[in-house]
């Protein structure tokens, strides 16, 4: 293992924030992984997967620690469905990618999801309809200070709306080895109701679409709606889509009939956070190098040397106009690194 002074984060993260790290290493194996949290030599440790879901807002004075974990396994097969362990640092979209060449269903309205697939239960990732919980089995993680394994099984994991354990009371206490999922082979359950799915679907005429029909669908309306961080620095949606409840929702409601919203149950609405910052006036609005995407007001993007407290002070600007203008409190989506 190479460790590396004064390292510069841009590239690894989607922002393309310019931060370093006071100390870097590459991780390419569990038992390297062990070895260097063992290390006693760098008692600050920052563990970093694929940057794709965080804002570095200063430079991170500790030894940061890149988990790049490859491989895929095909674990077991039972009838009509697949468990299948991929590690850590697989690239998730690429992991989406594969699922469906061999014919796996399950995590196709998820394609295109930048960042990697360990650091995907943190977050719970999940868009149009479906999250990482539904087809999740469970996790392969290490404790940060006693080194041993733990099998989190969904329950333990305490999945909510891009949320889990490891974002709560499990914060910053394991790192996340592998990720096993339970995929069908055959007879999917398709899911095309969530966003512009069906209408993108009839662009192309298909009436009876597969697996693969759907990730294509997919990754048309994300490029379509967010700009690719290899030419804009962006985290995807910077901001969760509040969920309220419902004597709050229909006051909300009745002084903003136009508004769109999606039921959750009987006593919680979620209202798209993307239209609240529109209403706001953000959209597209640039500040400096930091702003607003013009096709997508959730993304907040760094159009070349915006810093990472820029881009922070943004969107505490859109927060705190959205709870003037609404009564509803917005949250950032992404870890902030501060």
Request: aromatic share 10%.
């Amino acid at each position: 293992m190479l460790i590396q002074e004064n390292f510069s984060l841009k590239d690894y993260n989607t922002f393309g924030i310019a931060a370093k790290a006071k100390f870097f290493v590459e991780i390419k194996s569990v038992a390297e992984l062990k070895a260097i949290l063992a290390n006693q030599d760098y008692p600050n440790k920052f563990i970093l997967g694929g940057g794709s879901n965080m804002l570095i807002t200063k430079d991170i004075d500790a030894l940061v620690i890149y988990i790049n974990l490859k491989g895929i396994q095909l674990v077991s097969k039972e009838g009509e469905t697949v468990t299948v362990k991929a590690m850590a640092g697989e690239n998730w979209h690429k992991f989406v990618l594969w699922t469906l060449e061999n014919g796996y269903g399950g995590l196709e309205n998820m394609s295109l999801i930048p960042g990697n697939t360990g650091t995907a239960p943190i977050q719970n990732i999940g868009a149009y309809g479906v999250e990482l919980k539904d087809c999740f089995v469970n996790c392969e993680a290490i404790h940060r200070s006693s080194l041993e394994t733990k099998i989190f099984s969904k329950t333990d994991c305490q999945f909510g709306y891009r949320e889990s354990f490891f974002k709560n009371e499990g914060k910053n206490q394991y790192v996340i080895t592998s990720v096993t999922f339970k995929l069908s082979t055959k007879n999917h359950t398709l899911n095309t109701s969530y966003g512009a799915i069906e209408a993108e679907l009839a662009k192309s005429n298909i009436t009876a679409p597969t697996i693969k029909d759907i990730s294509n669908a997919v990754i048309a309306i994300r490029n379509s709606k967010l700009p690719d961080p290899k030419e804009i620095g962006n985290s995807g949606s910077f901001f969760k889509n509040p969920v309220v409840p419902k004597a709050s929702f229909e006051m909300f409601l009745e002084k903003n009939p136009e508004a769109p919203y999606y039921k959750v149950s009987e006593g919680a609405y979620k209202i798209p956070a993307g239209w609240l910052i529109e209403q706001c006036g953000f959209k597209g609005k640039r500040f400096g190098d930091a702003g607003v995407h013009d096709k997508q007001a959730l993304v907040l993007v760094n159009y070349g040397s915006a810093t990472g407290a820029e881009i922070l002070e943004l969107a505490k600007k859109i927060i705190n106009k959205v709870d003037h203008t609404f009564g509803i409190k917005i949250k950032p989506e992404v870890n902030l690194i501060k």
